[in-house]
């Protein structure tokens, strides 16, 4: 969201009237905390309710999705989504209602359950621009394929991080760091823990038989498997239906 | 859970009301209390005990345990010395703001104020 001010494409929504908004389905308290820290330069907005969302939906606009399974969680007793937690979408409005721009994120496997990547900053505006000098009032279409800001991670690869982040036994999230955390861990640091974890699997071969590694190893699957079940579990791949 | 401050037990109308000022003139805030968390309703107000208030001024909302002892008559004017009870944050809903049905209207107020609004949803400070 940062890049919408860094881009200078917040600016120019300005000086054309306009406005960005953030909206989560956290209370205010963690909105405004987050548009303080992450400095994104416009007002991020709480919507536990999902009353915003209603809106968007009930008018036909966009309908964002949500997951109200947020037990991978567990060690953020103060995270809060009382009615789940939205997904990543992207809509601009017109004053007289017409959709300028939409476009949301179908959570799969394929973009990390919507963790993946956005349209960019400078995409989305040039989109919103090409309908504010059109004339016609049909909305804008839904954008299936947009230009995003970033390349996905592939479920195998995310899947290999989040059992890294858990030391190997069960899969553990990235949250986005907070003031009070103590043990900020990042994606990044997961490959060297995984290169390890192989070289240890590697020294084991050689220094003991076969057979006890690959029963150490069908020990390790077993002790792994619930957590990986629990993942697909609570992460959402969900079908476009439109 | 919260409790609905319509079915207050009318022993418990004159504390809550001093808890709220007690907590407003403290924090010099402008709360007002939208419910009660983890009431027991067989609280005797002539012992010492505790309450937890759900407070919202506008779209932010914060919860605060307070604890009650009764005063000697003449000693204040609610007839209790009151403190916070602190750390009890994790236990009970802390942020619930902002209170239901404050966003129904939301997108509308913004569309009279703006050409056009662009409304990024993402998945929270997690």
Known sequence: MRSYEKSGVLEEIRALGGEVFAITSEPQSLASEAATDWEIGFPAVGDPHHEIRSTCKGRGWVDVFYNEDCGHLRNRPWASHPKGYYQPAVVALHKSGRVLYRWRCVPKYSNMSGAGARPEARYTWDHIQSSLHKDSQVDAALDREPQLGAKDLSWPRFLLILVAHGWFLRPKAFPLARRSDPDRVSPGAMMPRVYGFVGLWLVLLLLLPGLWVGGLLLLWVALLLPGLIEIHRQFQNEPDLF | ?126
């Open chain 2, 1 to 126: 859970m919260v409790y609905d401050l319509a079915d207050l037990p009318q022993t418990l109308v004159g504390p809550v009301s001093a808890g709220l000022d007690w907590v407003n003139t403290r924090e010099d805030r402008d709360y007002e209390l939208t419910g009660l968390a983890d009431l027991e309703l067989d609280i005797d107000v002539a012992e010492p005990f505790e309450l937890s208030l759900i407070l919202c001024d506008g779209e932010t909302c914060a919860a605060r345990r307070i604890a009650f002892t009764p005063s000697q008559p003449g000693y204040s004017k609610s007839g209790f010395s009151m403190t916070q009870v602190p750390d009890t944050e994790p236990d009970i809903p802390a942020l619930l703001d902002p209170p239901e049905g404050l966003r129904s209207g939301w997108v509308d107020e913004q569309l009279a104020k703006f050409e056009f609004i662009l409304l990024l949803y993402y998945r929270g400070r997690w």
